[in-house]
């Protein structure tokens, strides 16, 4: 069964980090670009971070650049989104999703219906 879990939200206070993961099964990341959505109540799914099947390619959100990082271990088969400086408006479910590699460059950032394989979704709470 071809599956990814995401893992790693929580509440953390405004200023603060967290580090999500995302951990594939049932299949190899080798060949996937990953991207990281995020959807807030009431607002549409918007891509975050993205990055090539390799770690030489990414891509980054306006709106998180400078405070977000995506890398990749591909021998642990899992992707991982360092999130520092955290804001209210960061406020959302994170979910990971995967295309085979060529499908879309990092810095499109989506869309999300291209894309073949989606996390469960993990929430991410930044409130004091």
């Known amino acids: 069964q071809l599956q990814l879990v995401e893992s790693g939200g929580g509440l953390v206070q405004p200023g603060g980090s967290l580090r999500l993961s995302c951990a594939a099964s049932?299949?190899?990341?080798?060949?996937?670009?990953i991207c990281w959505f995020r959807q807030a109540p009431g607002k549409e799914r918007e891509g975050v971070s993205c990055?090539?099947?390799?770690?030489?390619?990414?891509g980054n959100a306006d709106s998180v650049k400078g405070r977000f990082t995506i890398s990749r271990d591909n021998a642990k088969n899992t992707v991982y989104l360092q999130m520092n400086s955290l804001k209210p408006e960061d406020t959302a479910i994170y979910y990971c999703?995967?295309?085979?590699?060529?499908?879309?460059?990092?810095?499109?950032?989506?869309?999300?219906?291209?894309?073949?394989?989606w996390g469960q979704g993990t929430q991410v709470t930044v409130s004091s």
């Open positions: 990055i090539n099947n390799d770690g030489g390619s990414t």
């Open positions: 999703a995967a295309v085979p590699e060529g499908t879309s460059p990092p810095d499109r950032l989506g869309p999300a219906w291209i894309y073949d394989y």
């Open positions: 049932g299949f190899t990341l080798d060949y996937y670009a």
